[in-house]
């Protein structure tokens, strides 16, 4: 499978997912093992507190997770995420979330994820694994896919 190809498909996808959708995350890159996405807070997406809610930052790196660790034209799961929460963001805020693949063999592969707010200041990161199942993403066959 092309790198071409595979990011393609998984913009396709991404643009079909509902939950993607309803957070409006935007997909700004796709490459080998990489994945970079943005969303603006909005009022609907606060705590108690009135800071971003935690399941809103977990689902801006998961976009990113997703869309990186599938990125080889391999069917891939989540088996674990770990996430360190370092500031807190607001309504009006943006987001983005980096996620970069830092070990892979055939069965998982291992991304750790950054979000920064719109000045540049971390905001959190995350550490995450990924079961790489033998199933070609929908679209691909099997003899396209990299190992």
Do not use: W
Request: proline content about 3%.
């Amino acid at each position: 499978m092309s790198e071409q190809g595979g990011t393609e498909l998984l913009e396709k996808m991404a643009t079909q997912e509902p939950f993607r959708r309803l957070m409006d995350v935007q997909v700004l890159r796709i490459a080998s093992g990489y994945a970079k996405v943005r969303m603006k807070v909005d009022q609907n997406m606060l705590n108690i507190h009135g800071i971003t809610h935690g399941g809103a930052l977990f689902a801006l790196v998961d976009e990113a997770f997703e869309l990186a660790s599938n990125s080889h034209g391999t069917v891939a799961v989540a088996l674990n995420m770990n996430i360190t929460f370092f500031a807190p963001t607001g309504a009006g805020d943006v987001l983005t979330a980096e996620a970069k693949e830092i070990n892979r063999t055939r069965r998982t592969a291992t991304y750790q994820i950054s979000v920064s707010n719109q000045d540049g200041q971390l905001v959190c990161i995350c550490q995450a694994l990924v079961y790489r199942k033998r199933d070609p993403l929908p679209g691909i066959a099997r003899n396209e896919q990299e190992t």
